[in-house]
């Protein structure tokens, strides 16, 4: 990227946001419903709800928790996903248990897991955080380990690369853009299933805050609340963009070069 | 005499099984190449070559016979054999960099670095890409890829080099000097070199003999010896009455294996 298209390409970033962020403004300018209150009143609101104490003991132990559950199901779904898609056996064996799982939608696991692990601690939230997010990983981690070039493993065998030269420089790299496609999936089902977790029998956290504003009728709180959820996705997934544009570089450019040809 | 013999084939034969169904794609096929000898393999499509040389290279089972290089029978892939595969584009890590790519055998071979450096800058210099260490391999154009890989396969100092045929999806110019690169390479380095083509002249044009294989289930039909001077060159070599002889005769062998021809059973 030339630094003259900088301009150029926050300007088209921001563009849409900017103009729904008008739209709003002077739409909800005169309301006097109280669900829908100007978005100046929840401007105005913004800084007195989220103070430090909430941050604190709300917003960070939140994303600390989503974090935690991430990369626990990165972990756990890269690791197995290896496994399931290097052997022919171990994939046969575990396909249909892992459709079975896929089906389930992560949210009826919260209660589920709440039974076991507790309803207020720490514990039930990173779980359900980390079983949601482990299936697309899991399963596209299997796929890209699957679909892996049989020259490139047969290039690897013929020069007699190691176990752990095999796996880290040709398997995991290879099957890198499956793995980041099944990561940013998960992402977003993190966030939600940030949120969801902390429905039930929570009273901190950023889910559960949105719905005691809620529930206390603070409403022009509650569109904070909302609308720093939303700010957090935005940041996460630049995160994740970035960690991909370094790391997947190489696939960007081949994927471009294969078209030019 | 069994010191000098690099690569020795004796009653090779691989069928492949399936439930309900066995593929015989290679019955009985003895041969031996000398240390420092460029022998080429020829044969009909579907003759099998590249079951052969994925045989050799120690990448799939034998249903019968043995393998020894240097005399040792090849059971796994071996150390002292490096593979250039028909599919460039395919066989390059493409995460790599060019000088990644060559390194990553030294690398498992234990190498130090600076050595490493050395012979990935060495490599890259006898096959005429000294300025792309940096460059991802998709960046280059397809000959310049399968130089990539044949610079990977010399830097990692085998004594017998296998080319599948490597300049089957490359243009007729390109491919012209990539055989040139192959002979020069050869001479200067000593390697013994097993290429195997569909290509009769390059064949005839490469090697110091030519192995002419039968169609399925393969035998060696003949062994037929190149004898060109050794400084050849894509004009004069291929334009002499010589060249054409041989060439005559290898297409005409092809030509009965096709038919379905088969040495008599000794």
Not at chain 1, 190 to 208: C, D, K, P, Q, Y
Request: aromatic residues 8%; proline residues 6%; neutral net charge.
């Amino acid at each position: 990227m030339k630094i003259s298209e900088l301009p150029r390409r926050v300007l088209i970033a921001l563009g849409l946001p900017v103009v729904l962020i008008a739209l709003w403004w002077f739409a909800s300018a005169g309301s006097t419903s109280f669900f829908w209150p100007p978005l100046s009143t929840i401007v105005e609101a913004f800084p007195e709800t989220w103070t430090a104490d909430p941050w604190l003991h709300d917003v960070l132990p939140s994303v600390a928790r989503l974090l935690g559950g991430y990369l626990i199901a990165l972990l756990v779904g890269v690791a197995a996903g290896t496994a399931i898609g290097r052997s022919r056996t171990l994939r046969a064996l575990c396909e249909p248990v892992l459709e079975f799982f896929r089906a389930v939608p992560p949210p009826v696991l919260v209660p589920v897991i709440a039974l076991f692990a507790g309803y207020t601690g720490s514990t039930s939230k990173v779980l359900t955080i980390a079983l949601g997010c482990l299936w697309p990983i899991l399963l596209n981690t299997v796929e890209g380990v699957r679909s892996l070039d049989e020259v490139l493993l047969d290039t690897a065998r013929s020069y007699r690369l190691g176990r752990v030269a095999t796996l880290w420089h040709v398997v995991l790299r290879g099957s890198s853009p499956r793995i980041a496609a099944g990561a940013r999936q998960s992402l977003s089902i993190g966030v939600i299933l940030m949120v969801i977790s902390e429905l039930f029998g929570a009273n901190r956290g950023l889910g559960a805050s949105i719905v005691q504003f809620q529930r206390s009728f603070a409403i022009p709180q509650m569109w904070t609340g909302i609308i720093l959820l939303g700010l957090l996705g935005v940041v996460l997934s630049a995160l994740f963009r970035l960690v991909e544009n370094r790391s997947l570089a190489w696939y960007r450019g081949q994927r471009d070069a294969e078209r030019e040809r | 005499m069994s010191d000098t013999i690099a690569l020795d084939v004796a009653g090779l034969a691989k069928t492949y099984r399936s439930p309900g169904r066995d593929v015989e794609a290679v019955r009985d096929l003895t041969f031996q190449i000398r240390r420092g000898e460029l022998v080429c393999i020829v044969g009909p499509s579907g003759a099998g070559k590249t079951t052969l040389l994925r045989c050799i290279a120690g990448l799939l089972d034998l249903s019968g016979g043995q393998i020894r290089l240097d005399g040792t029978a090849v059971t796994e892939p071996p150390a002292g054999m490096a593979v250039v595969f028909q599919e460039y584009g395919r066989s390059l890590f493409p995460w790599l960099t060019v000088r990644g790519n060559v390194e990553l055998p030294l690398k498992e071979k234990g190498l130090a670095k600076a050595a490493r450096a050395a012979k990935v800058a060495e490599a890259l210099d006898a096959v005429g890409l000294p300025d792309s260490a940096d460059a991802h391999p998709w960046q280059l154009s397809g000959g310049m890829q399968q130089r990539v890989a044949i610079a990977r396969a010399i830097a990692y100092e085998p004594s017998v080099l296998l080319m599948d045929e490597p300049f089957a999806a490359v243009d007729a110019q390109t491919r012209a000097d990539l055989e040139d690169l192959v002979r020069t390479l050869w001479k200067r380095l000593g390697v013994t070199v097993l290429f195997v083509t569909h290509d009769i002249d390059e064949s005839v044009y490469l090697g110091q003999r030519v192995l002419v294989l039968s169609n399925r289930p393969t035998v060696v039909l003949e062994d037929v010896p190149v004898d060109l001077p050794d400084d050849r060159d894509q004009l004069t070599t291929r334009s002499s009455p010589q060249f054409t002889k041989i060439r005559t005769h290898v297409y005409e062998l092809v030509q009965s294996a096709k038919r379905g021809e088969r040495p008599e059973v000794r």
